[in-house]
Every structure is written in structure tokens, then in C-alpha cells.
């Protein structure tokens, strides 16, 4: 019976959003949370699936650097809790996090889970801008949802070496348009390296989801990318 009324609820979910499709959003999920950082360094992975208004289990086993999506959403204010994985009974456990997240029309979201300044489990959601791209740009959306200080991001365009440098607090979201081109990016807090210079493409009318998450002060900061082609 439970089966049959998750089937229902997924099914008028995804009716609605067909239905009112001018409308629909859209979202990708991130799992910003290390094991270590949080319950053991056994379980560096640490699976987490994904409950919505308590009904669709919407996301299993999504471990640590992982991304999501794009799911789609129509407008409304949603539930969300995260548990530990169960790999038998997802969505199963007790919620580490229990959320609501307003979902606006014709929006883009990303929702990355990670940990609060102490130390507990928390979603992060940060609006991607989506509007048309120009020809010959790219669009670098930078999510700091690592559990860190501010933030030093460097990027350095390999043909013409021009460095681009950008402070981004905690919780924040850096929006800028560069050349498309072959770029390295270098993520620094203070003069600590966090994530070593590391090659990223950035493709013509493209926009480019870029999420730091971890911890810095054990050495968990990752970067995990997303491109989306054809931003027209």
C-alpha cells in the first residue's frame, strides 16, 4: 500500500510538472558531506538518500562528491529530509536534515548538503542564473558550501595566462561571465591550498556549476563540477 501511494504521489509530481511545464524548475543535489568530517572515517562515502514531503524517496545512496539531477520540480514549498542511507528500506533512517525549500517557476536550484559552523548537518540551496549566455562566453557559477572561512579562487586562462581572482564567503554564490577557453582553477584559504590547480574547460554559451564542499581544516575540500551546454 505505502509502495502504491509513493507511486501515486511520484506520478502526480511529475503529471503536474508536464502539465504546467512552462513553469517547471529544476534542481541538482549535492552531497557536500564527508563521513569523516561527520560520523566515521570508516565511511569516507557516506550515502545519504533523500526524502521529499514524505512520500518519494527521490534520491538513493547519493554519496559524498556526488551530483544529482537536474530533477524537476513545479512551484511550491517542499519538504525535504536527508538520512543516512538504507540500502534495504531507503529513506528509512532518521533525518539528519529536515528542511523546507521553496521552489520558484522557470528556476534553476542547486541544493547542497553540507555542515553548519558547528558541525551539523544543513542544506545550502543558491539560485543558478540561467539567462542567455553571449557567444564566445561562459557562464562560472561557484558555490562555497564548504564548511571554510572566505575563500580564494583563482582561475588562469592557459592561452592568454590572464589570471582571474575572486574572494567568495561561506554560503555564497560567485557569478561572473569569462572567456571561453582552457582555464586552471585554484582554490586557496589564506595561503593554505585546498583544492591544487586543477584543469576546467569552459565551453561557448555554456554555464559551469562549480561546488566547493568538505571541510578545510581537515583536508575533505573537494570541487565538483557540472557543465550545461547551450545556455541560449
Not at 549566455?133 to 572566505?150: E, G, I, K, T
Not at 584559504?189 to 581537515?218: D, E, M
Request: proline content about 6%.
Amino acid at each position: 500500500m505505502t509502495n502504491r501511494i509513493r507511486f501515486a504521489f511520484a506520478l502526480a509530481l511529475l503529471c503536474a510538472a508536464l502539465s504546467t511545464g512552462t513553469l517547471a524548475s529544476s534542481m541538482y543535489v549535492v552531497q557536500g558531506i564527508a563521513g569523516r568530517n561527520y560520523t566515521t572515517p570508516s565511511d569516507p562515502a557516506f550515502p545519504v538518500d533523500i526524502l521529499l514531503n514524505d512520500e518519494v524517496c527521490y534520491v538513493h545512496g547519493l554519496p559524498f562528491g556526488s551530483i544529482s539531477g537536474p530533477l524537476t520540480f513545479f512551484p511550491g514549498t517542499y519538504n525535504v529530509k536527508v538520512s543516512i542511507a538504507n540500502t534495504l528500506a531507503p529513506c528509512s533512517e532518521s533525518p539528519l536534515i529536515d528542511q523546507a525549500v521553496t521552489i520558484d517557476a522557470r528556476s534553476d536550484y542547486s541544493a547542497v548538503l553540507t555542515l553548519n559552523e558547528e558541525g551539523k548537518p544543513t542544506l545550502l540551496t543558491f539560485k543558478n542564473n540561467l539567462s542567455p549566455v553571449a557567444p564566445n562566453m561562459a557562464r562560472l557559477l561557484f558555490a562555497q558550501a564548504a564548511n571554510s572561512p572566505a575563500l580564494q579562487v583563482i582561475l588562469q586562462n592557459t592561452t592568454t595566462k590572464k589570471l582571474y581572482t575572486y574572494a567568495v564567503n561561506p554560503d555564497a554564490l560567485l557569478d561572473v561571465n569569462l572567456p571561453a577557453g582552457d582555464y586552471t582553477i585554484e582554490i586557496n584559504q589564506g595561503t593554505t591550498t585546498l583544492v591544487a590547480s586543477t584543469p576546467l574547460r569552459l565551453f561557448s554559451q555554456s554555464a559551469n556549476l562549480l561546488y566547493a564542499v568538505g571541510q578545510a581544516s581537515n583536508d575533505t575540500v573537494i570541487l565538483e563540477t557540472r557543465t550545461l551546454r547551450d545556455v541560449i
